[in-house]
């Protein structure tokens, strides 16, 4: 649930701010949604292991739809959003949205 671009498109933006206040709530809730608990496999350069966090959206996260609909709204290509795998074969090796959910 990181970007992969450090611009958000218009149309993406009232989805991306919406979802991070919810994400964050549910934070300080106890309740924090997978991709904050270990955000790892959501960029994880193996195929499987964005597969499993694709699964773990699905079985766990309240936020599915809203991330997705960003996601769909950004055009990302890298990484898990909404449970399913955004990434491309032109995006698939760019270390970009690791080095954010780093940061
Ligand atoms: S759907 Fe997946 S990527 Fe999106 S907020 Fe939930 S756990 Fe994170």
């Known amino acids: 649930m990181t970007p992969t671009s450090h611009l958000i498109q218009p149309d993406a933006l009232v989805l991306w701010r919406t979802l991070s206040d919810f994400a964050r709530e549910l934070g300080e809730a106890g309740l ?16 499987e292991e964005r597969d499993a966090a694709a699964g773990y959206c699905l079985a766990a996260c309240p936020l599915v739809q809203l991330c997705g609909a960003y996601a ?12 399913r ?12 949205r690791r080095e954010q959910v780093a940061a």
């Open 85 to 96: 795998d955004r990434t491309t074969q032109a995006q698939g090796r760019s270390s970009s």
């Open 72 to 83: 769909d709204a950004q055009g990302e290509t890298w990484g898990v959003y909404g449970g």
């Open 32 to 47: 924090p949604v997978p991709c904050r608990r270990d955000p790892d496999p959501f960029v994880s350069e193996e195929d």
